[in-house]
């Protein structure tokens, strides 16, 4: 069993930065790929990136690829997005979530809250 909170969501003007965090608690995190998703408004949720349990493989979605970098640190069982130059249409919920398998569709296994990302014009 994993339990993922995610932080570091807020409000934020048009080609600012912002660094999400993903905490998880349980057992074996390293042994679990991570992913980022994200909801807006009247919209399906959407793949953001993936990493695999080592860090060496990653994928983004083409909307961020270049902008977004996504992290992890074993150790400390957490899991990163640095978002920049951040856009108006990246406002939304984000979503982490973890597999055994790095995968681009959401049927991770376990999901956090969200957090909210807001970019103003």
């Known amino acids: 069993q994993v339990q993922l909170v995610e932080s570091g969501g807020g409000l934020v003007q048009a080609g600012g930065s912002l660094r999400l965090s993903c905490a998880a608690s349980?057992?074996?995190?390293?042994?679990?790929?991570m992913g980022w998703f994200r909801q807006a408004p009247g919209k399906e949720r959407e793949f953001v990136a993936a990493i695999t349990w080592s860090g060496r493989i990653t994928h983004y979605a083409d909307s961020v690829q270049g902008r977004f970098t996504i992290s992890r640190d074993n150790a400390k069982n957490t899991v990163y997005l640095q978002m920049n130059s951040l856009k108006p249409e990246d406002t939304a919920v984000y979503y982490c979530?973890?597999?055994?398998?790095?995968?681009?569709?959401?049927?991770?296994?376990?999901w956090g809250q969200g957090t909210q990302v807001t970019v103003s014009s």
């Open positions: 979530a973890a597999d055994r398998v790095l995968r681009r569709d959401d049927k991770y296994e376990y």
């Open positions: 349980g057992s074996g995190f390293s042994n679990y790929a």
